[in-house]
């Protein structure tokens, strides 16, 4: 089966699917043949998201929930469910980022943060699961982070998110291996999406670049399903030089160690003299 076939005629539920990797995603799978349900929390915003791939006519659809609230999730899911008769990929891909000192954070960033991007991630894994077991077939795909393989200093809290998310889904890889599930985890790096420019709180920061090495989300969106294709756990994207950066940490890599010490250093100084890191 070729990667395209994988994704031919086989329904899609994209989280965060009107910016970004999310959008990317949308686009990549329709492209390969996929009937796809954009979800966001902004009706206008999928609105005007879904009109841009309106040439893709009855096969782009649209559900407006608030990943963070579990009923939303559990009621959009299943209204897919219910209009197409299946589920075959859902894609948790909703998040935030967050970079700050820990001293700076507050009980409220704890929480926002983690039920973006955690709790919204369980949500979907938890209303899926069951449906795809029923099927006997479907694949699952939650986006973490490089910073969920990678503990980049002054990312605490976004760290704690996106490790768990990179633990939950390997180990659900394996435990449904069996059953006719699978799991993949994204991994993205430096990808140029809006997600640089926004806060915890949810402000945007116009002054806040996009790191120039940063790799197109449409380059990024036909790799990740290139590999979820082939039913691979863990994707890292763009794969280097952020696999080797992994492998370096994990293997205690003293270059990668001083690299991280350096990052620590800069962003401290950063934060110190502007109050930011940007």
Known sequence: MSNS???KDKICVVTGGNSGIGYALCEELLKRGADVYM???NPKKVADA?????SYKDRIH????DVTNQKQVENAINDAVKEASRIDFLFNNAGIGGTLPYDNATLDDWKTIIDTNTWSVIYGVHTAVPIMLEQGSGHIINTS???GIVPFPFQGLYALTKFGVTGFTECLRYEYAEKGLHFSTICPGNIATPIFKKTIDGKEHEEAKIPEDAYPA????EYILDKVANKQGVIVVPEQPQTDLWKGYV???EKIEELLMQMAHDRRIAYEEKGTYF
């Open 5 to 7: 076939e994988y994704y």
């Open 39 to 41: 979800l966001g929390r």
């Open 50 to 54: 879904a009109e841009q791939l309106s």
């Open 62 to 65: 649209t559900l407006i929930a």
């Open 145 to 147: 982070s490089v910073a």
């Open 218 to 221: 449409d380059k990024a969106a």
């Open 251 to 253: 293997l205690g890599d």
